[in-house]
């Protein structure tokens, strides 16, 4: 090829998209089309699935790089590879961004019904669904399309209603009362995930319980206050426990228009290790059905009792009595704290930066709530999960999460799976109208019988499952478990997983125990965290802060090589990353040394195909170093790859290519026109195109095309 035939400086938007549509058409994103029908065995990734209203952000774009690395190096290493694309419907967020649109029109889901409000939900993830699937395309993935998954898709409602019916029969599926975060907006339970803490600044009140002070920021649960407790090792209050402690109070049979009046009330005093000696006064109330610890108190002592003072509205209910039923939280909160100041019994006030909790969609605050939900018991699935973690079945990277996760499974609860919400997978169980005590038949379908005691039909729970529910089932259920399929054998268990800390223990621990329970095997070999991104001050990026990168913005400015250079660039290790630019600059650098070192390689080889092949004999000494380095950094990359240090492999690469290649043997190569140094600076090239390959896609396989280059493949599938 003539120098004059290739352009002076690399334009990414003018081959990335093509090349991408090369490599869809050539069919080798699917392992049944991979060339060589001998490849070693199977070696999957399955995406973490998106939630199908949403939009990728960095963190989902290291992520995603990361994987399609390790895929496409292991398919140039002759493995049989499957990168399995997917989204995720998204339970909460689905039905949230659906109501928003009906609010638009005057309607609401209630308004509709739950069969057309479903069919609403359905037409908008046609319509806007496949959004993030071009998205993850734009990163340069070389997923499997035509095994893509979605959680709603037919099979895999069968999986989900199959795997339910399967844990109650065990006895692992119950239904029992316990607190939960529970949104008063979206009026439904939600997980620890969907949950968003901000700092706020609040107040932090110091009330008077008969002989001690207690700082609570919640003093409108003092109505549902039913005990006090203590350690049973703190010395100062060993004479209480088991006793009772009369407390002063506001009554609240009073009318809310008249002035306060105080009344005694008798609290019981338990010993419990909830209570820490070292906060506060040392003694704690107890508030059974509006906080979780409070309620694990009274579990572990059934004699105290539960008064629930807030409801589902977020409203004071009628046993917070005639004074302050029916008022909200917060107007709740203002009369409590102004009686009870009138009483006397308010010693201070301060103000107090304190973590808020909030619902992640419409950022309501969360009520901790005693509500009627179904439960997975942990217990046996979590021994499992423990057991295989200590025997070494999997590998943890970074080491130190493997003893992260034994730790935080010894401390497990049982697992809410219910939501209050339409979208989603719907709860096979069935109900009937008996008023002072429900009967529940779990099943396919209604009995068909009536209920013997109400006389009238059955009807479905309009509840559905937590979302991580199924995507617990994700590394099996998308090869089509429970049926023997091929790609069942072929892909699972699969190779890595690799995800955030924050869903380390939502979704990793629950696909571990899945796939112990259901395939006697954990679901991957490896456990990869990788790191999260910040913005360049530190902060965790969202979008109210302003300080999101978007990494399709990046790919509008730079391309995708550059985006993935400059991501992987500052992937050193595990730790947290703050955000940069330089990555960036720097891979638009490189990609333009590549592009100009080919430029050059190709104008003295011109266009007569030749071997790709290392020189037998080799007399000179510039060419007996550079393939020496060149064996080194080969090693040295692969090395890094599989013990996860991607940066470093990174970091390696562009040093050999940019210094020893370019500035030292190039340069050295210009006074040697001999046959063997010609075959070598092909040599060199070819391999380093193919050891860049998984980290810089495009350009390599563009150039790679443009190689006069005996019996070649797309680089995509050249050996390495």
């Known amino acids: 090829m003539k120098l004059e035939d290739l352009p002076k400086g690399y334009e990414p938007k003018e081959h990335e998209e093509e090349i991408y549509q090369i490599w869809e058409r050539s069919g080798f994103f699917n392992p049944d089309m991979l060339p060589e029908a001998g490849r070693k065995e199977g070696y999957a990734i399955m995406m973490a699935p998106p939630n199908v209203t949403g939009h990728i952000h960095v963190g989902h774009a290291l992520e995603n790089i990361i994987s399609d690395v390790l895929i496409r190096r292991k398919r140039m290493q002759g493995y049989k590879t499957l990168f399995l694309p997917g989204k995720d419907h998204a339970g909460i967020a689905g039905q949230h961004v659906v109501e928003k649109e009906l609010k638009k029109e005057g309607k609401s889901r209630k308004s509709l019904g739950r069969e057309k409000f479903v069919e609403r939900v359905w037409e908008w993830m046609k319509e806007y669904g496949s959004a993030i699937d071009q998205e993850l395309k734009r990163l340069g993935l070389s997923t499997d399309w035509s095994r893509a998954r979605f959680t709603m898709d037919e099979h895999y409602q069968r999986v989900i209603e199959h795997v339910f019916l399967y844990y109650h029969s065990k006895g692992y599926i119950y239904r029992g009362n316990r607190v939960v975060n529970w949104c008063p907006r979206c009026q439904t339970t939600i997980s620890d995930l969907e949950v968003i803490y901000t700092e706020e600044l609040g107040k932090l009140y110091y009330l008077k319980y008969g002989p001690v002070t207690i700082a609570t920021v919640r003093p409108e649960t003092r109505l549902g206050d039913t005990a006090l407790a203590v350690n049973p090792n703190d010395e100062r209050y060993k004479e209480y426990i088991g006793n009772t402690i009369t407390v002063e109070s506001t009554d609240s049979s009073v009318s809310r228009w008249r002035s306060p009046r105080s009344v005694s009330v008798s ?72 009686d009870l100041d009138k009483l006397g019994l308010v010693e201070k006030i301060e103000d107090y930066t304190h973590s808020v909790a909030h619902c992640d969609r419409c950022d309501a605050v969360i009520e901790p709530l005693l509500s009627e939900q179904w439960f997975l018991s942990m217990a046996k699935l979590a021994q499992k999960a423990s057991h295989a973690i200590s025997k070494n079945q999997l590998s943890f990277i970074p080491e130190q999460r493997k003893q992260i996760m034994l730790a935080w499974i010894n401390g497990i609860r049982d697992w809410n799976i219910s939501r209050q919400l339409w979208w989603g997978h719907r709860i096979p169980a ?271 396989e563009y150039l790679w095309g443009l190689l006069p280059i005996e019996h070649k493949q797309l680089l995509i599938v050249e050996n390495v």
């Open 430 to 700: 069935w109900h009937c109208e008996c008023k002072e005590d429900t009967q529940w038949h779990v099943g396919q379908k209604a009995p068909d019988a009536k209920c013997a005691k109400c006389k009238k039909p059955w009807e479905q729970t309009s509840d559905v499952l937590d979302t991580w529910f199924s995507s617990a089932l994700w590394p099996f259920a998308t090869l089509g478990w429970p049926e023997e399929t091929t790609d069942l054998k072929t892909f699972y268990p699969t190779a890595v997983t690799s995800s955030a800390r924050e869903i380390f223990y939502t979704w990793t621990f629950r696909m571990l125990f899945s796939g112990l329970e259901f395939l006697d095997k954990p679901p991957f070999r490896t456990v990869f965290t990788h790191p999260t991104i910040l913005d360049k001050q530190g902060k965790k990026m969202s979008k109210s802060k302003g300080n999101v990168v978007d990494p399709m913005k990046l790919i509008d400015e730079v391309g995708i090589d550059a985006t993935r250079f400059g991501l992987i660039w500052q992937a050193m290790s595990t730790q947290d990353i703050h955000w940069s630019d330089d990555g960036i600059r720097a891979g638009k650098k490189f990609l333009n040394k590549i592009w100009n070192s080919t430029r050059l390689i190709l104008a003295r080889i011109g266009i007569e195909p030749r071997a790709l092949t290392r020189p037998e004999k080799i007399e000179k000494h510039h060419n007996i170093q550079i393939l020496k380095e060149l064996d080194e950094i080969t090693k040295k990359t692969n090395d890094l790859i599989e013990s996860f240090e991607f940066g470093q492999a990174l970091h390696g690469l562009y040093d050999f290519y940019w210094h020893a290649f370019c500035d030292i043997y190039i340069e050295a190569s210009k006074k040697d026109d001999s046959e063997e140094t010609t075959t070598v600076l092909l040599y060199v090239l070819g391999s380093s195109l193919k050891l860049l390959h998984p980290f810089i896609p495009f350009i390599t």
């Open 267 to 338: 609290l019981p005093v338990v010993a419990d290790e909830a209570a820490d000696p070292k906060f506060g006064s040392g003694i704690i109330k107890v508030t059974p059905a509006h906080d979780l610890t409070d309620f694990e108190i009274k579990t572990r002592h059934p004699e105290i009792e539960i008064i629930k003072v807030i409801d589902e509205n977020g409203i004071m209910t009628s046993a917070a009595g005639e004074r302050y039923g029916g008022l909200s939280v917060n107007e709740a909160r203002e009369k409590i704290v102004d």
